[in-house]
């Protein structure tokens, strides 16, 4: 039997956890795929598998020969990829994760992608949550936060900011704070994916880091949620200002406390591997960083670029560091 073919059967083996999930991977019959594994080890002389009615394992020398493989067949792939990409334009699927509230900026490069180059498709998922791009096979996931796992590739796309905001409704009934410590008595809306729990955490005045333990009656992975049950003026809220910056605008929510800088945060392009990125995820990458650029005011209020939100909603511009 072919040996390449041979060696990805028992990877996929491996990675799958079985014959069957690798078979499927595959796109081969159960059979074939275990006669693949099954002529490497005739070949080796070696056991490579365990196998019993519920599950496959590594031998010791099994581990030893997965490690080497796994490392084989990464650098094939990357020397075809390399290939296709000196003489090619990004072609196949490119498949997305997008936070939910980024759709709207994503949407334009989307377009202007595809427009760009037609052998290219977009599967595109939209979620609140991170997710795991490299066990649900996402090319590439664009999110609001830093991912919690470290060996993903983070390439900063622009910064943001939260917007302390809430209704007037909200306001006459309960008044308006007039400091952070203040805020530990309001009903505060908070986001469960808030990397800080329920201290919300400020730049102050004096550029020195502040923070305010906060409580209320609604705690949400859904922005969309607490910005609705804000404007119906049950509460405060914490949000990012490409979610709530046509609210201010129009003046159904009212900024809050400006001197307070809410922590600078980034909308991230996530993904696994730096070495030899595919043609397709490198330049829709580039071309993100283009068009989230055009979103500055948008994205982040307090940028010095983005003095018109501050006039947008008729507060006085905060100082510049």
């Avoid at 990675?15 to 078979?23: H, V």
């Avoid at 609001?144 to 060996?151: F, G, K, T």
Wanted: aromatic content about 8%; hydrophobic content about 45%.
């Amino acid at each position: 039997m072919d040996r390449l073919t041979s060696l990805t059967a028992f990877v996929r083996v491996v990675e799958c956890g079985g014959f069957s999930a690798a078979a499927r991977r595959l796109n081969l019959s159960v059979t074939m795929v275990s006669n693949h594994v099954q002529a490497l080890e005739d070949r080796l002389a070696v056991r490579l598998l365990n196998r019993t009615t519920r599950r496959v394992s590594l031998t010791d020398a099994g581990r030893a020969y997965y490690d080497r493989c796994v490392g084989i067949l990464a650098e094939l792939e990357a020397a075809d990829e390399l290939a296709v990409a000196l003489n090619a334009t990004p072609r196949g699927t490119l498949r997305l994760h997008v936070g939910t509230h980024l759709a709207r900026f994503i949407a334009p490069a989307i377009s202007d992608f595809v427009a760009r180059y037609p052998a290219v498709s977009v599967e595109l998922t939209i979620g609140e949550a991170s997710v795991d791009i490299v066990d649900e096979g996402f090319d590439l996931a664009v999110h609001p936060l830093q991912p919690q796992n470290a060996s993903l590739i983070c390439r900063r796309l622009t910064p943001w900011r939260h917007v302390l905001c809430a209704a007037p409704a909200y306001l006459e009934k309960h008044g308006v704070p007039q400091s952070l410590e203040e805020l530990a008595r309001h009903n505060c809306l908070r986001y469960s994916h808030y990397p800080f729990g329920n201290d919300w955490r400020f730049t102050g005045p004096d550029k020195t880091d502040v923070s305010v333990r906060v409580s209320g009656n609604l705690v949400t992975n859904s922005g969309e949620t607490m910005r609705l049950v804000a404007l119906s003026g049950e509460g405060l809220l914490l949000l990012p200002s490409f979610i709530v910056l046509d609210d201010l605008r129009s003046g159904a929510l009212r900024q809050l406390l400006p001197t307070y800088r809410p922590l600078e945060f980034a909308i991230n392009a996530i993904y696994p591997h730096r070495d030899h990125l595919s043609t397709k995820v490198r330049t829709f990458i580039d071309l993100l960083a283009v068009h989230f650029a055009r979103h500055r005011e948008w994205l982040n209020p307090f940028d010095s670029a983005s003095a018109a939100f501050a006039r947008a909603v008729g507060e006085p511009s905060p100082s510049q560091d």
